[in-house]
C-alpha cells in the first residue's frame, strides 16, 4: 500500500482560482471512463514475499508463544511478546490477499480513488484530489545506490493527495504489478487532477518586434565566415 508520508497541507482547501497567477485550464470530463472501476493491483513478487516471510514468522512467533506457556518455561513478558509477533504476522498475511485485489482502485462510478493502506480504505473524492511526481526517501536512495545496478530501471514514483487532509499518500512502480500498470494509474490520475482542479496555462515566450526580428536576421546575413586556420582574427 502506498506508503504514508509528511505534507505541507494544511486543513485549508486552496484551489487554482483562490491564487494569483496564469489562468486555469480545466480538461473535459469526456476525456475520463463513465461508470467503470480501474483496480491496479500490487506486484505479485511482494505479495509472495509477503506471504512466505509472514508465514515463517507467523509459525515461529505461534511456537514460541507455546513453549513460553509450558510450565518449566513459562514466562508471561515472553508469551505475550511472541503472541503480538504472531498476530502482526497473520494479520500482514491477510493484508497479501487484499492487495492482490487492488493496492489502488479509480472508482468511476462513485468519482473517487480508493487507496488500500493496512486494513483501511482510504477514499479520496475526485474534486479533493491532487496528484504529482514523487521521489525516495533519502534512506531508500542510499539503499538503491548500494543493490541496485546502474542498468536496471529505476522505480517512479507518484503521490496521491487528498487536499483537504494534512498527509497524503505516496505509490511507485514497484508497489504496482508492473511498469504499465504505473503508467496507466499516472496518466489517469492527472486526467483527474486535470479535469476537477485544472492546470495554469502554460506562460507563452515573449515574441519580438518586428525591427528586433529584422536586426538579427540582417546581423546574421552579415556575418562574414571566418577561417579557422586564420591567426590572431
Not at 482560482?17 to 463513465?34: H, N, T, V
Request: net charge negative.
Amino acid at each position: 500500500m502506498p506508503d504514508d508520508i509528511s505534507s505541507d497541507t494544511d486543513n485549508t482547501v486552496h484551489t487554482f482560482e483562490e491564487e494569483e497567477g496564469p489562468e486555469i485550464i480545466r480538461a473535459s470530463a469526456d476525456i475520463l471512463p463513465k461508470d467503470t472501476v480501474h483496480c491496479f493491483p500490487a506486484r505479485k513478487s511482494l505479495i509472495l514475499r509477503r506471504r512466505l516471510l509472514s508465514g515463517i514468522l507467523g509459525l515461529v512467533f505461534l511456537a514460541a508463544a507455546v513453549f513460553f506457556l509450558l510450565p518449566d518455561s513459562a514466562s508471561i513478558v515472553l508469551m505475550g511478546f511472541a503472541a503480538t509477533g504472531a498476530i502482526i504476522c497473520v494479520l500482514v498475511f491477510v493484508q497479501s490477499y487484499l492487495i492482490a485485489s487492488f493496492r489502488v482502485a479509480l472508482d468511476y462510478e462513485k468519482n473517487e480513488v480508493v487507496l488500500r493502506y493496512l486494513f483501511q480504505k482510504i477514499h479520496i473524492p475526485f474534486e479533493d484530489f491532487d496528484t504529482r511526481e514523487g521521489k525516495p526517501e533519502e534512506a531508500e536512495i542510499q539503499l538503491q545506490r548500494v543493490f541496485l545496478r546502474a542498468t536496471k530501471i529505476q522505480p517512479k514514483y507518484l503521490i496521491l493527495d487528498n487536499i483537504r487532509e494534512s498527509a497524503c499518500y505516496q505509490t511507485s512502480s514497484k508497489d504496482l504489478a508492473g511498469q504499465e500498470d504505473f503508467g496507466m494509474l499516472k496518466i489517469e490520475a492527472e486526467n483527474i487532477r486535470d479535469v476537477y482542479r485544472g492546470i495554469p496555462e502554460a506562460m507563452h515566450e515573449p515574441e519580438l518586434e518586428e525591427d528586433e526580428m529584422t536586426r538579427i536576421i540582417n546581423s546574421a546575413l552579415a556575418d562574414k565566415p571566418k577561417n579557422i586556420d586564420e591567426q590572431g582574427n
